[in-house]
């Protein structure tokens, strides 16, 4: 059983350009999360989703984020016109309902130059 | 606003030496509370999951407990492989995790 998957794994960007990252959840799970770790910092909630419907997306800054969770294919994260204080470690999760716990994909580490 | 704190920040301890680590939260309607580990440059592994106060969870050398205020994550003669950062995360509601900084252990052998 294949764990969550996330690519790309390293995603290098200028400053101004986009960052698309990529969430595949757990076989069987439909309930998917996006949380970032900055450096030095604690991992903090961004954004939850069920398929095609955004439920809590209350840890997003409101400007150049967005999300969703398309009925075919993986969650996309993605940030426009990104800037330096964007690079971190993004992380998504899943989980078959709300009540279980939530089980993490290996990151993608995003660097903008 | 939720608080999960978690102390030591880092841990050094040689192989075969038990020791503790706590996590101590301030939140309003607990659901649950998590152990993760997570090596260096990997996501979260999940580990335990208590529910309520009293509740003990036992893997390998780890072992959880929770009580009303905090939970302790306690390490019975470690090993070399058990060196990670070990974060504690409390739901508050349906859902969201609020993560503590995280206590990262190194093992010596």
């Known amino acids: 059983n294949a764990g969550v998957m996330q690519n790309p794994r390293h995603l290098v960007r200028r400053r101004g350009q986009e960052a698309r990252l990529r969430c595949s959840p757990m076989k069987g799970h439909s309930h998917v999360y996006w949380y970032r770790q900055l450096p030095e910092e604690g991992l903090k909630f961004m954004v939850y989703?069920?398929?095609?419907?955004?439920?809590?997306e209350s840890g997003m800054p409101k400007e150049r984020f967005s999300a969703e969770f398309p009925k075919e294919g993986p969650s996309i994260l993605r940030i426009q016109q990104v800037v330096r204080g964007d690079s971190a470690a993004y992380f998504c999760?899943?989980?078959?309902?709300?009540?279980?716990?939530?089980?993490f994909g290996p990151g993608t580490r995003l660097t903008v130059l | 606003e939720d608080q999960v704190t978690q102390s030591p920040e880092a841990l050094r301890l040689q192989e075969g030496e038990s020791s503790s680590l706590n996590c101590s939260y301030t939140v309003s309607g607990l659901r649950g509370l998590f152990w993760y580990r997570q090596d260096p440059g990997k996501g979260p592994e999940f580990l335990f999951t208590?529910?309520?106060a009293g509740e003990e969870k036992e893997k390998e050398r780890l072992k959880a407990t929770l009580t009303k205020k905090e939970s302790f994550l306690h390490i019975t003669a470690p090993k070399p492989e058990d060196s990670a950062t070990y974060l504690c995360a409390v739901q508050v509601g349906d859902y969201k995790l609020s993560f503590g900084a995280g206590t990262t252990v190194t093992v010596r052998a």
């Open positions: 999760a899943s989980s078959p309902n709300v009540y279980n716990e939530q089980f």
């Open positions: 989703l069920q398929k095609e419907n955004i439920i809590d």
């Open positions: 208590l529910y309520s």
